[in-house]
T-cell receptor, first 115, second 113 residues
């Protein structure tokens, strides 16, 4: 069965430093996608980055990168040069293909960026 | 921004009453989802739809039903609301079941008293 684990309920980072948010997943499928979403205090869900299980390169989107280690089943989000606006909840999610109707989410990590 | 509208945005209801939440999209996306968000649990899938009149259960479907009579509308019904269904409910849509990200509505805060 699919499962996403985010072991860090909360994290602090100093402004302008990099931070890594952990995500491990469990699946028996070979074909799947991994996603990260940001949820600021206003409540909306914002898509950040995607990694496919067959992608050989780690995904990057601006200051966000995904450290994908397939053998370890981990998909950690790295945020470089943290900004105060990065303070939010971050969710890791997974969808299995084919038949990937279901996207499941981890419990989330709350990130606090200190000035 | 993806055109997804949830209504109502906030609702307080009494235990035992039926409640219907509506999700309306203007993107013509095939797939629609209902999630609930609770502290410590992240988002959990309640029901999803892969086409008009095609729906299936998610991981926390007990006490909920859904209907999709048109591409653009996906309704979530709590037949008899309980306090354990107090939560924030999110609707999401996605264009395909492949890699594309899901776009989320703004959420509905439901309180059952």
């Amino acid at each position: 069965a699919q499962k996403i684990t985010q072991t860090q309920p909360g994290m602090f980072v100093q402004e302008k430093e990099a931070v890594t948010l952990d995500c491990t997943y469990d699946t028996s499928d070979q074909s799947y996608g991994l996603f990260w979403y940001k949820q600021p205090s206003s409540g909306e869900m914002i898509f950040l980055i995607y990694q496919g299980s067959y992608d050989e390169q780690n995904a990057t989107e601006g200051r966000y990168s995904l450290n994908f280690q397939k053998a370890r089943k981990s998909a950690n989000l790295v945020i470089s040069a943290s900004q105060l606006g990065d303070s939010a909840m971050y969710f890791c999610a997974m969808r299995e293909f084919p038949g990937g109707f279901k996207t499941i989410f981890g419990a989330g990590t709350r990130l606090f960026v200190k000035a | 921004d993806a055109g997804i509208t949830q209504s109502p945005r906030h609702k307080v209801t009494e235990t035992g009453t039926p409640v219907t939440l509506r999700c309306h999209q203007t993107e013509n996306h095939r797939y629609m989802y209902w999630y609930r968000q609770d502290p410590g649990h992240g988002l959990r899938l309640i029901h999803y739809s892969y086409g008009v009149k095609d729906t299936d259960k998610g991981e926390v479907s007990d006490g909920y039903s859904v209907s999709r009579s048109k591409t653009e509308d996906f309704l979530l019904t709590l037949e008899s609301a309980t306090s354990s269904q107090t939560s924030v409910y999110f609707c999401a849509i996605s264009e395909s079941k492949g890699w594309t990200e899901a776009f989320f509505g703004q959420g509905t805060r439901l309180t059952v008293v």
